[in-house]
């Protein structure tokens, strides 16, 4: 999702949790060709 003020996602990718973070704008949505990739 977008990252706000922190990505607080990206503190959760690691083995047992998740694959990848991805993270937009700030207030906004990364765009889809960085989902896909």
Same mark, same amino acid.
């Given at each position: =999702? =977008? #990252? *706000?003020?922190? /990505? ?5 990718? *690691? /083995? =047992?949790?998740?694959? @990848? @973070? !991805?993270?937009? $704008? !700030?207030? @906004? #949505?990364?765009?889809? $060709?960085? !989902?896909?990739?």
């Amino acid at each position: =999702g =977008g #990252s *706000g003020h922190e /990505p607080a996602h990206a503190g959760y990718v *690691g /083995p =047992g949790m998740l694959t @990848a @973070a !991805i993270c937009g $704008d !700030i207030f @906004a #949505s990364p765009p889809v $060709d960085s !989902i896909l990739a």
